[in-house]
């Protein structure tokens, strides 16, 4: 499992502190929301930023808290 270095808040795309934290089933979480938006929606990704991982069955989580894995934020924000 992949553990995210929440030391740096900074957004791994456009190194711009996140406000908005993107957490991905795979547990890639140093994306902000406006990258994520623009890699998935505009540019139609359908896999993790970092790892490549088919992310489209999975929904994804934003938060302005740091969780430590994908399970601990479904755990918080459980889907409606």
Not at 5 to 28: A, G, K, W
Not at 43 to 55: A, G, L, P, R
């Amino acid at each position: 499992t992949v553990r995210p270095n929440f030391m740096d808040n900074t957004c791994e795309l456009c190194s711009q502190p996140i406000v908005y934290r993107v957490i991905q089933s795979c547990n890639h979480c140093n994306i902000c929301l406006e990258c994520y938006i623009r890699f998935s929606k505009i540019y139609h990704h359908d896999t993790c930023y970092f790892c490549q991982e088919k992310t489209e069955s999975a929904p994804v989580i934003v938060t302005k808290e740091n969780f430590t894995s994908y399970a601990d934020a479904m755990k918080a924000h459980p889907l409606r």
